[in-house]
């Protein structure tokens, strides 16, 4: 109770609170003066205690029986806090001066305490020491609003007088109202991307995505579109704009690198592979394979991660909702999705319908009501009403036709130079092979540690196919090793001796009339270094200015090869490094001197030169040499399944039909490695041209499908 | 560069190579030493060069990280010297002729909204300590540098204030939160109504889905297999319950809304002022009981705001 103040003592004066009771969680005093209904509250010594914070200032949080929260700020060094609500606690509950508060810890680490009125008793508070005290807020102010620790930092600043020059703070001004003012209709990401050309359906697709459909879409623009580009312009976009952070990329296994290339040259974006992380929920920005991620190892920790961003390519393998795959990418809890396929129907229409329910469960209602609304019975893949089945789809997916771009796709030209080899080469050839058969199957025993194994025959084959010298310096390398010291070494000397025996390269002598009838820049791709040496002394003994290009150089090398090349330099020779991420297009011409087995490396050659973005017709020359593993290779890709004249991306979707677990790479060593002699590989290859035939069809058939379905044609 | 201690030089034109310190970076993902340009045709020729330009990502990550160093100034008026405004007692003054400076406060505050989108906006609060007047303004307090200088003029007394800077801050957040509220208020109730509206979807869709596999069920039971089939519907069943709850925490995450509130920098404007004689404090009840505060770099017991 209070005195009369007239007789008022000092410490009665004073706004320091006398504490009445105390313990190891709390306090009671009498509450006293103006300064508690000011928003101040002066604590003593003994209070301090129920207060160790080491920060000069520090927010804490006072929680009124009525579980109001009350928002202050302790100055440590001080001795107060400051509250702009005590007043309004202390009407509310009709607090005199002389009344008993009590103020009792509830959480250290949230920085929050009891704020009770004792009704004027003097009660001794106490809170078993040890207990759990449950924190229940129903506040009536408004708790979606929250404020950065660093404000206090900038406080305590200002209390102390520590004033920086004005040129710093105002820079930190300026860097907020640049990355404010970056929220412009335009589109960020367009400002930094490097070697592409964006589309107007590409920036339109961005758009939409992010403007109408709230980041979770289907992109299923044809094939040879562009997808890549629109998800990368997308995710930067979210990660410029602050609205992304983690972001997942699953792609099939086999075209982690090339996504990593690509968002590293084309959107300045580092991502890491699930090689490169220790820790996925560390990695903010990572690109893996599907099956990767749904490993055993490695399954439950990414659905416990909260992704921003999710991009699934390739996503129709997702069809089937029975599968893993499905239950898994359903299962991954992300903000934003995007599933990138240029087939989202191949074989059935609950194929678009499992797709669209990982997206937007419940768009197309039910399985059932959506057989029954929108499948035809004679056909799985056509529907009915298709109409309303595309209105519906608007909402969630995004589908460009190459007609409708206006773009112009240049055609590729392709001529194919089918060689006689020399007769030396001829006979180096059959010998080699021969002996590839025979060694095959001799793997390294005990009583044989030494002997040549199977990658290393297949690579020989592969040296021969490219060029004799590839072939000597491989030969050579592989005796001065002297890892094969038994009969395999009688038989190698045999061969380097054949290789070196050669004198002129037919299809080098090819290569070099093509070249002079050229007046043009051309690129001649090479698998091997030994044939690119070979290559490179052959075309500068001839006068021509040559820009070398392989996966040796540094890249600021690299990046000199290309501009002498695009300057001043008529040729450039390159082993499959060449030029990934780079602009190539304005050169028209490509060489394939050899030709890997692996047609998604063919693929991506020509993807140097033809592309969105060139503007000219492309003319591919390829050289083979007739009876040889290559040619039967070249007629496959060529006449089956007409590689190269496909949209860059088709090849990968017909592969795709084949239904074979193998590579068309191992099924073609498998051919050129089984096959007893000649005539029985000759059946094989035809067997698998066969086959490629047919995916060929059904991706025609499935082509046609969608046509019908999406465009109503 | 200079905040964080990175020293740089120009190495070509328009080049510039950076020593990264080891404690920055990891921020810089790792580079010892970066090579940057703000010449897009030069990034574009040097693939291994570092972009700095609107829209580029390194220059977000700057950013980010100039956000996180807390600074403070004072900046001192070459305006004449004004009467100061009234403060809320209204009475007669006398005014003298000293001249001293009048702190006043600026809080720049950057607010980021989230409920499923995300956008950020800056305002500032101006704080005059002696009426107390918060202004709440959109965008960040703009100084025109050829009217303040960072010295005071000599002789200049800079002068006492009353004020506490923690309360006048919040204050400044009481004030901002309010010319928030309306905004704040629309963006739930469209956050709810999301909500709302996906959940029915979704809800309508696992109910339909139940019912069907109910159904199912009923006619399984005459078959033989009917135990394990009538088991694995079941099983399908509590998964679509597991998923219902699963949505609906989803959902619920991605539509509420999340305001945050940082202080960007915080600035006092020191106004040449006449002096008024300050009244004697008088011992009623009404009387401000806020002593001023000394900073502990051992000034004299002044506010905390010189």
């Known amino acids: 109770m209070m005195t009369n103040s007239l007789t008022r003592t000092r410490a009665e004066k004073s706004p320091l609170i006398k504490v009445e009771s105390r313990n190891e969680l709390s306090f009671t005093f009498q509450i006293k003066g103006k300064a508690f209904q000011q928003g101040y509250l002066f604590l003593n010594p003994q209070m301090k205690e129920l207060f160790p914070f080491n920060e000069d200032l520090c927010s804490v949080t006072f929680i009124d029986d009525d579980e109001v929260p ?21 009407e509310k509950k009709k607090v005199c001066e002389g009344d008993t508060v009590s103020i009792e810890l509830i959480d250290l680490a949230a920085r929050t305490y009891r704020l009770k009125v004792l009704n004027g008793a003097m009660v001794k508070t106490t809170v078993p020491a040890g207990e759990n005290v449950e924190l229940r807020i129903a506040s009536v102010s408004d708790t979606s609003i929250s404020y950065n620790e660093h404000n206090l930092e900038v406080l305590r600043r200002m209390v102390k007088g520590e004033f920086s020059p004005f040129r710093e703070t105002s820079l930190i001004q300026l860097g907020e109202e640049l990355a404010a003012g970056i929220c412009s209709e335009e589109l960020l990401s367009l400002k930094t991307c490097f070697g592409v050309s964006t589309y107007f359906h590409q920036v339109q697709t961005a758009r939409m995505v992010m403007d109408k459909l ?53 959107f300045d974006l580092s991502f890491k592979n699930h090689l490169e992380i220790n820790d996925w929920e560390d990695s903010d920005l990572v690109i893996a394979s599907l099956d990767t991620a749904k490993s055993q190892k490695n399954q439950s920790t990414v659905q416990k991660i909260k992704y921003d961003l999710l991009i699934v390519d390739e996503a129709h393998k997702l069809k089937n909702r029975k599968t893993k795959n499905w239950k898994f990418v359903n299962s991954i809890n992300t903000k934003y999705l995007l599933m990138l396929t240029a087939t989202p129907i191949q074989n059935d229409m609950i194929e678009l319908f499992n797709l669209i329910s990982i997206l937007k469960p419940g768009h197309l209602s039910t399985v059932q009501k959506f057989k029954d609304d929108f499948l035809a019975e004679r056909d799985k893949r056509l529907p009915k009403n298709s109409t309303k089945l595309r209105e519906m789809l608007a909402d969630i997916m995004i589908r460009h036709r190459r007609a409708d771009t206006l773009i112009k796709f240049p055609q590729r030209y392709v001529h194919t130079h089918a060689v006689d080899l020399n007769p030396d080469e001829a006979e180096l050839y059959r010998e080699l092979t021969d002996f590839i058969r025979k060694r095959y199957f001799t793997l390294p025993t005990h009583k044989n540690p030494r002997g040549i194994n199977r990658l290393t025959l297949i690579l020989l084959q592969k040296l021969m196919g490219s060029s004799t010298h590839a072939l000597a310096k491989a030969l050579d390398k592989m005796i001065a090793s002297n890892f094969y010291k038994d009969d395999f070494d009688h038989s190698l000397k045999r061969l380097l001796d054949m290789a070196r025996n050669v004198k002129h390269s037919k299809k080098g002598q ?7 009838s050229l007046n043009e820049k051309v690129i001649i791709f090479t698998q091997f270094r030994g044939t690119q040496d070979y290559l490179v002394k052959m075309l500068e003994e001839d006068g021509y200015s040559v820009a070398v290009f392989n996966g040796q150089l540094s890249q600021v090398e690299k990046d000199r090869c290309i501009e002498d090349f695009r300057g001043s330099k008529q040729i450039l020779v390159s082993t499959e490094s060449g030029g990934e991420g780079r602009n190539l297009q304005f050169c028209k011409v490509l060489v394939n001197f050899d030709l890997p087995w692996n047609p998604m490396r063919i693929e991506q050659r020509i993807g140097r030169i033809h592309r969105l973005g060139q503007n000219e017709d ?9 009876d040889t593993i290559e040619s039967y290779v070249l007629e496959l890709l060529d006449k089956k399944i007409n590689l190269f004249r496909l949209i860059i991306g088709e090849l990968e979707m017909i592969l795709g039909n084949m239904h074979s677990k193998r590579t068309l790479e191992q099924i073609i060593i498998d051919i050129v490695t089984m096959s007893p002699n000649q ?33 109503g044609e | 560069m200079d905040m964080v201690g990175i020293s740089r030089r120009e190495c070509e034109p328009g080049i510039w190579a950076a020593k990264i310190p080891e404690a920055e970076q990891a921020f810089f993902n790792g580079f010892e030493v970066l090579k940057f340009t703000f010449d897009r045709e030069q990034a574009e020729l040097h693939r291994d060069l570092e972009l700095i330009c609107e829209g580029s990502f390194l220059l977000r990550k700057i950013i980010e990280k100039l956000a996180e160093l807390p600074r403070v100034s004072r900046l001192f008026s070459l305006k004449a010297p004004a009467v100061p405004p009234q403060g809320s007692a209204h009475e007669l003054r006398v005014v003298s002729d000293n001249v001293y400076y009048r702190p006043r406060v600026v809080f720049n505050f950057k607010v980021q909204f989230e409920c499923d989108q995300r956008r950020e906006k800056l305002y500032s609060v101006l704080a005059d300590t002696a009426s107390d007047i918060l202004g709440v303004e959109d965008g960040l307090y703009n100084v025109d540098m050829s009217e303040f200088s960072e010295t005071p003029q000599e002789g200049m007394k800079i002068g006492e204030s009353n004020t506490d800077i923690l309360r006048l801050y919040l204050q400044a957040c009481q004030k901002l939160e309010e010319s928030l509220a309306s905004e704040v208020t629309e963006l739930r109730e469209w956050g709810d109504e999301q909500c709302s509206e996906n959940l029915k979807v979704f809800e309508a869709y696992l109910d339909e889905q139940k019912h069907e596999l109910l159904k199912k069920k009923e006619n399984v039971s005459f078959h033989l297999y009917f135990f394990q089939k009538e088991e694995e519907i079941d099983r399908l069943i509590d998964n679509l319950e597991e998923e219902r709850k699963r949505k609906l925490s989803e959902l619920r995450d991605k539509f509420s809304v999340r305001v945050k509130i940082g202080l960007v920098n915080s600035v006092v404007l020191y106004t040449p002022t006449v002096g008024v004689a300050s009244h004697k404090p008088r011992k009623t009840g009404d009387k401000k009981l806020m002593p001023a505060f000394a900073s502990t770099s051992g000034f004299e017991t002044r506010s905390a705001i010189q």
Request: glycine share 6%.
């Open chain 1, 70 to 90: 009350h928002s202050a700020i302790y100055h440590k060094m001080r001795g107060y806090m400051v509250c702009l609500t005590f007043n309004e606690w202390w």
């Open chain 1, 214 to 266: 709230n980041g979770r879409a289907l992109l299923a623009d044809e094939v040879g579109l562009g997808k890549t580009i629109e998800a990368g312009l997308i995710l930067k976009e979210y990660l410029l704009r602050g609205m992304a952070r983690k972001v997942l990329i699953l792609t099939p296994a086999s075209l982690i690198t090339q996504w990593q290339q690509e968002l590293k040259t084309k």
């Open chain 1, 510 to 516: 090819v290569l070099m009339e093509i070249v002079r």
């Open chain 1, 618 to 626: 492309v003319h591919i020359i390829n050289l083979s040499a007739r």
């Open chain 1, 679 to 711: 005539d029985a590989m000759k059946r094989k290859f035809k067997t698998l041209g066969n086959k490629l035939e047919k995916a060929l069809q059904t991706h025609n058939d499935i082509t046609q499908a969608q046509e019908e379905i999406f465009n």
